[in-house]
Nanobody, 124 residues
């Protein structure tokens, strides 16, 4: 499956952005999807995941209550709604697809497919 992330940009602290991840190729509905981010000089960090079997979600503590992951299977698109953004949310955000397991997947090594990333910059 090929993934294309978009929607990043520059936003002031407290603002909102919605990221999209368009999937093509194989059946989108069969993959557990996730969002990760990587800030400059830091390791890749798990943000959120949504399993293929339903619309439940699991979030990193750092974004819980502010970010919402969702998907539209009919459009083969994954979303990440980000509200109340903070400067520490600044990073390159990437979407990923995993065919391993049926629950939440938070480890990067369990994702086989990755999008190219989109930069989110939150100004203070």
């Amino acid at each position: 499956v090929q993934l294309q992330a978009s929607g990043g940009g520059l936003v002031p602290a407290g603002g909102s952005l919605r990221l999209s991840c368009a999937a093509s190729g194989r059946t989108f509905s069969r993959y557990t999807m996730g969002w990760f981010r990587q800030a400059t000089g830091k390791e890749r960090e798990f943000v959120a995941t949504i399993p293929w079997r339903d619309d439940s979600a699991y979030y990193a503590d750092s974004v819980k209550g502010r970010f919402t992951i969702s998907k539209d299977t009919s459009k083969s698109t994954l979303y990440l709604q980000m509200n109340y953004l903070k400067p520490e949310d600044t990073a390159v955000y990437s979407c990923a697809a995993s065919s391993v397991g049926s629950g939440y997947v938070s480890l990067p090594r369990r994702y086989e497919y990755w999008g190219q990333g989109t930069l989110v910059t939150v100004s203070s």
